[in-house]
């Protein structure tokens, strides 16, 4: 192809620093494909180069830029364990919890990866608490806890459709005892007594319905009586 413009993104006679300014033109114009062949080069054969890390940085982010999260991780997650005092590192480590983020599935398929999410971006907090990241790591958890919370909701739901009374409070009680900050609160706990209603426990409805209004001053407002009251008296 000599002469038509055209060069062997393999060949080794190549400089590191013209194949990484090439990459680096290729990243700007994000012809992502494109700059991630250039950085993966450097990094499989000049690692041990000051171009070495760089590289790796940039080649992660070709990935995460043309979504393709996996390869992104696995890149991204080699930066934090070779290269601690990189400087790319705080990024870096903010990256793998966008990443795990969408990678994370919708709310009605496992629900595994949601929670390796938080625990990664809650870490990221405390390593960074004054990281210019830090609005988006607590938006990022928040949708995550949403996320988690109604996937116990659709579960208790099931279960109602079941008639496994049982497996839906206990489905229920997640909500309100791990992600008592969501929106999903407030159902879970009229879910909980409904569900004693239709095991004909009224008495251990009307128990659960006394100790929320003892505790909870925010949460059993006049609405919340009014649905409680129609669960308790059996009519909804």
């Not at 940085?57 to 979504?67: I, T």
Request: with cysteine; aromatic share 14%.
């Amino acid at each position: 192809m000599t002469g038509c413009g055209w060069a062997n993104p393999f060949d080794d006679n190549i400089p590191y620093k013209t194949r990484f300014e090439d990459g680096l033109v290729f990243f700007e114009d994000e012809k992502y494909p494109k700059a991630a062949q250039q950085f993966d080069i450097i990094v499989d054969r000049g690692s041990h180069t000051d171009l070495g890390d760089d590289a790796l940085f940039f080649l992660a982010e070709s990935y995460f830029l043309d979504e393709d999260y996996e390869l992104a991780l696995i890149e991204y997650e080699k930066l934090v364990s070779r290269m601690g005092f990189s400087p790319y590192i705080e990024k870096t480590r903010w990256r793998i919890c966008e990443t795990l983020m969408a990678l994370s599935p919708n709310y009605y398929h496992d629900q595994e990866s949601s929670r390796k999410a938080i625990i990664e971006i809650q870490q990221f907090l405390d390593d960074y608490p004054s990281s210019t990241y830090s609005v988006g790591a607590d938006r990022l958890i928040k949708d995550l806890r949403l996320r988690l919370a109604q996937k116990n909701m659709e579960t208790g739901e099931l279960y109602v459709k079941l008639k496994a009374y049982d497996s839906a409070i206990v489905a229920y009680k997640i909500v309100i005892s791990d992600y008592y900050d969501t929106r999903y609160y407030r159902d879970a706990n009229l879910e909980v007594m409904r569900c004693l209603v239709l095991l004909n426990q009224n008495q251990e409805a009307q128990e659960f319905f006394d100790s929320l209004k003892a505790n909870s001053d925010s949460l059993v407002n006049e609405s919340f009586k009014e649905l409680a009251s129609d669960i308790l008296n059996n009519n909804s």
